[in-house]
């Protein structure tokens, strides 16, 4: 039996995904002992208004699109699956069940790391799961920086937002320097963002 796989799962709704997660990704799996990232795309809330949040399958779709040729990325639906509304812990309890030879790290911003302990069953994760933090302009020191399960990754510093990105599309910007080219032509055909 060898040793198990190393996974670092990057949480968010990617709406859409952009050019920053892209690189976020591409560094934690080259620069870190991740042996793979997997994109875990967040299915809409039902208990939160989101009218400008695409379909759960066309964000995956624009995940799958973005990945194409990257062998270290992959991308997951396993939250469409599970109730709502979805807490990191029950996904990863999930994924364990399911890929019992995986290895799971969580992926996050400086900025999420210091609202961890606002997590629900944060010590959970913490004690079962190695945490890979990128840094975020707006980030402040915080009391986990120096906990051995916490991996701070000199990551480059990504000021792209997908907001910033949907206003642009609707007010007719020119965003494809911010987008995979095969994520913007699925935009632009399916005439996402424009309204």
Request: glycine fraction near 4%.
């Amino acid at each position: 039996m060898g040793s198990k796989k190393k996974i670092g799962l990057y949480f968010g709704t990617f709406n859409p995904i952009h050019i920053g997660h892209l690189i976020i990704a591409n560094h934690m799996a080259n620069y870190t002992n991740l042996d793979e990232v997997w994109f875990i795309v967040s299915p809409h809330n039902p208990f939160k208004n989101k009218k400008n949040l695409l379909d759960d399958y066309a964000r995956l779709e624009m995940v799958d699109r973005a990945i194409k040729g990257f062998d270290k990325l992959r991308v997951s639906n396993i939250e469409f699956s599970l109730s709502q509304p979805s807490y990191t812990v029950n996904t990863l309890v999930s994924l364990c069940e399911k890929y019992p030879d995986h290895n799971f790290s969580l992926i996050m911003g400086g900025d999420n790391l210091n609202t961890f302990h606002k997590w629900k069953n944060h010590e959970h994760i913490l004690a079962n799961h190695q945490l890979y933090v990128y840094p975020r302009l707006a980030t402040m020191p915080g009391s986990l920086d120096n906990d051995e399960r916490v991996n701070l990754v000199g990551a480059p510093i990504i000021q792209i937002s997908s907001s910033f990105i949907r206003n642009a599309i609707r007010d007719k910007m020119d965003v494809r320097p911010m987008l995979p080219a095969n994520v913007w032509e699925y935009i632009d055909e399916m005439n996402y963002y424009s309204k």
